[in-house]
Protein backbone atom coordinates (compact mmCIF):
# COMPACT_ATOMS: atom_id res chain seq x y z
CA UNK A 1 0.00 0.00 0.00
CA UNK A 2 0.91 3.40 -0.19
CA UNK A 3 2.80 5.36 2.36
CA UNK A 4 1.71 8.92 4.11
CA UNK A 5 2.37 11.57 1.06
CA UNK A 6 3.71 14.90 2.84
CA UNK A 7 4.58 18.20 0.70
CA UNK A 8 6.52 20.19 0.27
CA UNK A 9 9.66 18.45 1.83
CA UNK A 10 11.43 21.41 2.70
CA UNK A 11 10.42 25.22 3.19
CA UNK A 12 12.79 28.49 3.86
CA UNK A 13 10.63 30.99 4.77
CA UNK A 14 11.24 34.70 6.82
CA UNK A 15 9.78 35.01 9.80
CA UNK A 16 5.68 36.69 9.64
CA UNK A 17 5.47 34.75 6.26
CA UNK A 18 3.10 32.29 6.10
CA UNK A 19 3.25 28.66 4.84
CA UNK A 20 0.94 25.38 4.89
CA UNK A 21 1.60 21.65 4.41
CA UNK A 22 -0.26 18.91 2.94
CA UNK A 23 -0.42 15.68 3.85
CA UNK A 24 -2.40 12.36 1.84
CA UNK A 25 -2.60 9.70 4.78
CA UNK A 26 -3.38 5.72 3.31
CA UNK A 27 -6.26 5.20 2.43
CA UNK A 28 -8.82 3.93 4.69
CA UNK A 29 -6.97 5.58 7.56
CA UNK A 30 -9.90 7.71 9.14
CA UNK A 31 -7.37 8.73 11.94
CA UNK A 32 -4.76 12.11 10.92
CA UNK A 33 -2.07 13.38 13.49
CA UNK A 34 0.10 16.59 12.49
CA UNK A 35 2.95 16.25 14.93
CA UNK A 36 5.73 18.74 15.32
CA UNK A 37 9.79 17.31 15.85
CA UNK A 38 12.03 19.54 17.23
CA UNK A 39 15.59 18.87 16.11
CA UNK A 40 16.64 16.45 19.01
CA UNK A 41 12.94 16.27 20.80
CA UNK A 42 10.36 13.48 20.52
CA UNK A 43 7.43 14.25 18.11
CA UNK A 44 4.91 16.41 19.67
CA UNK A 45 1.43 15.97 18.83
CA UNK A 46 -0.70 19.50 17.40
CA UNK A 47 -3.80 18.20 16.28
CA UNK A 48 -5.52 14.81 15.44
CA UNK A 49 -8.65 14.57 13.05
CA UNK A 50 -11.43 11.35 12.74
CA UNK A 51 -12.26 11.48 9.63
CA UNK A 52 -13.01 15.38 9.34
CA UNK A 53 -13.54 15.95 12.85
CA UNK A 54 -11.08 17.49 15.24
CA UNK A 55 -10.66 14.78 18.21
CA UNK A 56 -7.66 17.63 20.30
CA UNK A 57 -5.89 20.09 19.27
CA UNK A 58 -4.50 21.25 22.65
CA UNK A 59 -1.56 21.86 22.01
CA UNK A 60 -2.21 23.40 19.07
CA UNK A 61 -0.98 27.40 19.32
CA UNK A 62 -4.12 28.92 17.45
CA UNK A 63 -3.47 32.04 17.57
CA UNK A 64 -1.24 31.14 14.52
CA UNK A 65 -1.33 27.58 13.54
CA UNK A 66 -4.56 26.07 11.85
CA UNK A 67 -5.78 22.67 10.08
CA UNK A 68 -8.49 21.65 8.34
CA UNK A 69 -9.50 18.02 7.01
CA UNK A 70 -12.07 19.38 4.65
CA UNK A 71 -13.21 15.69 3.35
CA UNK A 72 -12.07 13.46 5.75
CA UNK A 73 -9.29 12.27 3.61
CA UNK A 74 -6.05 14.62 2.68
CA UNK A 75 -5.11 17.46 5.35
CA UNK A 76 -3.16 20.97 5.23
CA UNK A 77 -1.79 22.24 8.12
CA UNK A 78 -0.72 26.41 7.90
CA UNK A 79 1.00 28.40 10.20
CA UNK A 80 0.49 32.34 9.81
CA UNK A 81 2.50 34.41 10.78
CA UNK A 82 5.37 32.07 11.06
CA UNK A 83 7.88 32.73 13.62
CA UNK A 84 11.55 31.60 14.62
CA UNK A 85 10.90 28.80 16.98
CA UNK A 86 8.25 27.36 14.41
CA UNK A 87 11.19 26.00 12.70
CA UNK A 88 11.26 22.13 13.28
CA UNK A 89 9.70 18.96 10.95
CA UNK A 90 6.16 18.43 10.59
CA UNK A 91 4.97 14.91 10.60
CA UNK A 92 1.63 13.64 9.46
CA UNK A 93 0.90 10.31 10.44
CA UNK A 94 -2.16 8.15 10.15
CA UNK A 95 -3.93 5.19 11.62
CA UNK A 96 -7.06 3.14 11.71
CA UNK A 97 -8.94 2.92 14.94
CA UNK A 98 -10.72 -0.19 13.80
CA UNK A 99 -7.50 -2.40 13.81
CA UNK A 100 -4.53 0.36 15.25
CA UNK A 101 -4.86 -1.20 18.92
CA UNK A 102 -6.65 -4.16 18.59
CA UNK A 103 -4.04 -5.61 15.95
CA UNK A 104 -1.06 -4.17 16.92
CA UNK A 105 -0.55 -1.68 14.54
CA UNK A 106 1.00 1.75 15.42
CA UNK A 107 0.89 4.73 13.40
CA UNK A 108 2.26 5.26 9.57
CA UNK A 109 4.11 8.38 9.37
CA UNK A 110 5.46 10.44 6.75
CA UNK A 111 9.27 11.52 6.02
CA UNK A 112 8.00 15.25 7.19
CA UNK A 113 8.28 18.48 6.04
CA UNK A 114 11.34 20.60 7.09
CA UNK A 115 10.55 23.71 7.83
CA UNK A 116 13.30 26.79 8.37
CA UNK A 117 12.19 30.28 9.56
CA UNK A 118 15.06 33.03 9.00
CA UNK B 1 4.80 16.83 36.49
CA UNK B 2 4.68 13.91 33.90
CA UNK B 3 7.90 12.87 31.53
CA UNK B 4 8.90 10.45 29.62
CA UNK B 5 12.29 9.50 29.62
CA UNK B 6 14.73 7.97 27.24
CA UNK B 7 18.87 7.90 27.36
CA UNK B 8 19.79 11.45 26.16
CA UNK B 9 23.19 9.80 25.51
CA UNK B 10 23.57 8.06 22.58
CA UNK B 11 24.69 4.18 23.30
CA UNK B 12 27.23 2.83 21.64
CA UNK B 13 27.82 -1.09 21.11
CA UNK B 14 29.47 -3.94 18.93
CA UNK B 15 28.43 -5.40 16.18
CA UNK B 16 26.53 -9.26 17.43
CA UNK B 17 25.92 -7.57 20.88
CA UNK B 18 22.57 -7.11 22.43
CA UNK B 19 21.06 -3.47 22.87
CA UNK B 20 19.44 -2.60 25.51
CA UNK B 21 17.20 1.00 25.36
CA UNK B 22 15.02 2.05 28.58
CA UNK B 23 11.74 4.21 28.49
CA UNK B 24 10.41 5.58 32.24
CA UNK B 25 7.52 7.80 32.49
CA UNK B 26 6.37 9.29 35.52
CA UNK B 27 2.51 10.29 36.06
CA UNK B 28 0.82 8.41 33.27
CA UNK B 29 -0.93 5.27 33.50
CA UNK B 30 -0.60 4.36 29.70
CA UNK B 31 -3.19 1.94 27.90
CA UNK B 32 -0.11 0.39 25.57
CA UNK B 33 3.32 1.42 25.01
CA UNK B 34 4.99 1.41 21.36
CA UNK B 35 8.44 1.85 19.64
CA UNK B 36 9.19 3.22 16.97
CA UNK B 37 12.49 3.75 14.92
CA UNK B 38 13.40 6.97 13.02
CA UNK B 39 16.77 7.60 10.39
CA UNK B 40 18.00 11.12 9.78
CA UNK B 41 15.58 12.61 7.45
CA UNK B 42 12.49 10.54 7.99
CA UNK B 43 9.74 9.73 9.85
CA UNK B 44 9.44 7.54 12.60
CA UNK B 45 8.74 3.80 11.85
CA UNK B 46 6.55 1.56 14.06
CA UNK B 47 8.51 -1.39 15.65
CA UNK B 48 6.19 -3.09 18.41
CA UNK B 49 3.26 -2.47 20.76
CA UNK B 50 2.66 -3.78 24.04
CA UNK B 51 -0.01 -3.48 26.28
CA UNK B 52 -0.76 -2.59 29.68
CA UNK B 53 -1.42 -6.27 30.67
CA UNK B 54 1.08 -7.55 28.66
CA UNK B 55 4.65 -8.34 30.25
CA UNK B 56 6.59 -9.11 27.22
CA UNK B 57 6.18 -8.99 23.50
CA UNK B 58 8.32 -10.32 21.00
CA UNK B 59 9.08 -9.89 17.67
CA UNK B 60 12.23 -11.26 15.46
CA UNK B 61 15.83 -10.00 16.99
CA UNK B 62 13.40 -6.89 18.72
CA UNK B 63 11.92 -7.90 22.50
CA UNK B 64 10.00 -4.86 24.69
CA UNK B 65 9.26 -5.44 28.27
CA UNK B 66 6.51 -3.41 30.02
CA UNK B 67 6.09 -2.68 34.02
CA UNK B 68 3.86 -0.70 34.75
CA UNK B 69 5.13 -0.89 38.53
CA UNK B 70 8.28 0.08 37.66
CA UNK B 71 6.93 2.23 35.22
CA UNK B 72 9.54 1.21 32.74
CA UNK B 73 10.05 -0.52 29.20
CA UNK B 74 12.92 -2.06 28.06
CA UNK B 75 13.31 -2.74 24.46
CA UNK B 76 16.25 -5.14 23.22
CA UNK B 77 17.86 -5.89 19.89
CA UNK B 78 19.77 -9.10 19.98
CA UNK B 79 22.57 -9.66 17.39
CA UNK B 80 22.50 -5.95 16.24
CA UNK B 81 23.73 -5.11 13.54
CA UNK B 82 25.06 -1.81 11.83
CA UNK B 83 22.16 -1.26 9.75
CA UNK B 84 19.90 -0.81 13.24
CA UNK B 85 22.15 2.27 14.09
CA UNK B 86 18.92 5.03 14.22
CA UNK B 87 17.14 6.41 16.93
CA UNK B 88 14.84 4.62 18.90
CA UNK B 89 11.67 6.54 20.36
CA UNK B 90 9.01 5.02 23.11
CA UNK B 91 5.64 6.32 22.90
CA UNK B 92 2.71 6.21 25.71
CA UNK B 93 -0.35 5.59 24.08
CA UNK B 94 -2.79 7.43 26.89
CA UNK B 95 -6.88 6.13 26.82
CA UNK B 96 -8.51 9.52 27.05
CA UNK B 97 -11.84 8.34 25.46
CA UNK B 98 -9.97 7.98 21.96
CA UNK B 99 -6.11 7.16 22.48
CA UNK B 100 -3.52 9.93 22.54
CA UNK B 101 0.27 9.44 22.40
CA UNK B 102 2.93 11.00 23.52
CA UNK B 103 6.70 10.54 22.46
CA UNK B 104 9.63 10.31 24.28
CA UNK B 105 12.50 12.67 22.70
CA UNK B 106 14.16 8.98 21.42
CA UNK B 107 18.61 7.76 21.93
CA UNK B 108 20.47 7.23 19.44
CA UNK B 109 21.81 3.68 18.70
CA UNK B 110 25.17 3.31 16.91
CA UNK B 111 26.42 -0.20 16.34
CA UNK B 112 29.56 -0.36 15.07
CA UNK B 113 30.99 -3.27 12.61
Known amino acids: EAGVAQSPRYKIIEKRQSVAFWCNPISGHATLYWYQQILGQGPKLLIQFQNNGVVDDSQLPKDRFSAERLKGVDSTLKIQPAKLEDSAVYLCASSSPRTGYRDNYGYTFGSGTRLTVV | SQKIEQNSEALNIQEGKTATLTCNYT??????LQWYRQDPGRGPVFLLL?????KEKRKERLKVTFDTTLKQSLFHITASQPADSATYLC????????????FGAGTRLFVKA
Open chain 2, 91 to 102: ALALNTGGFKTI
Open chain 2, 50 to 54: IRENE
Open chain 2, 27 to 32: NYSPAY
